[in-house]
């Protein structure tokens, strides 16, 4: 999580955090809405995503051209983003949008795992504490009452093996995330850098041209089956992909890390009450105990992110509370990756 350094509450930052964490939570039922296989979907996000990060990047005049050493992180960055997609999409498909989403954010226990054994990072005490409870949510969440909890069947009995997988995929989603992250930071501290924007708009081309290389190399096709999906995809590509990690990449580095952790789990949190109310996720007393632990969880290894949540001040930002405060954005901070999609999402 960046490092905030106003002593008063920045309401910009908050409501843009909170309405990309919005906009992303509505991924998953774009997926599961369209009536395309998960590779495509996961095509058309990143093209047409990619396509309106490019537009406002040109609108504002920045740089599109980087050194060969910062394409060759970017492009790298983009197999992991391809892989990520790959995964997550088909786990929405087999268990839901709701779990495969909170599975998916699991990448914040996974980050601070790379950072202490890759980068002799300190786990904090919040990350250590927040790993088994994510674990024990989990559980509750598959575990218990699985006659409720688990996919259904068309013949009655249980989908057991396409929850299975589908979880797999999740844990497969986080990891492969992880290593986006990584490299999308490394990409924003290199010298020649380029603005978020501009290097999210790159990325997600080439990790466009990555996934759509890939269907062709399975005999695949682009075709949209009917209006309606490609409607979806549209609003998918545009919405979550550019729209919401716009707002998070501008949001996140104005807010303290507690303070940003907390409103990041809006996305989860709300992409398991969609799964509950538009696909009639069925969901007892237990598993939505499971799925507040996870979410708990995952705020807990958000804000413990960052050693201080200085900056979560009392009061709401005046215009020149800020003036004296290094602008992140401006420098091409990157976010923390507490977005799951931009993710994002």
Known sequence: ?????????????????????????????????????PSQSAFYRMFLGGVALLFVALARRERLRARRGVWAVMVAAAVFFALDLECWHRSILLIGPGLATIIGNFQVFFIAIAGAVLLRERLSVRHMAAIPLALAGLWWLLGVSPAELLPVAADG??????????????????????????????????????????????????CAALIGAGILARGGAFAIGDAPSLGYLVTYGILCQAAGWALLSTGLPRLPASLAGLVMVVQPALAFVWDILLFDRPTDGWGMAGAGLS???????????SGGSGGSGARVCRPGDLEAAPDAVAAGESPSGADRDSDAA
Not at 157 to 184: E, K, S
Not at 295 to 305: K, Q, R, T, Y
């Open 157 to 206: 009995g249980l989908a057991v093996g396409d929850a299975l997988a589908g979880v797999a995929y999740g844990f497969a989603t986080a990891l492969f995330y992880t290593g986006f992250i990584l490299l999308l930071r490394h990409s924003q501290g290199m010298g020649g850098m380029l603005t978020p924007v501009a290097n999210m708009a790159l990325v997600s081309l080439v």
């Open 1 to 37: 999580m960046s490092t905030h350094y106003s002593p008063c509450l920045d309401l910009g930052g908050l409501l843009r955090v909170a309405g990309g964490g919005v906009l992303i939570s509505f991924s998953g039922l774009f997926v599961k809405l369209a009536h395309v296989g």
């Open 295 to 305: 979410l708990f969880a995952i705020w807990l290894g958000l804000s413990g992110a």
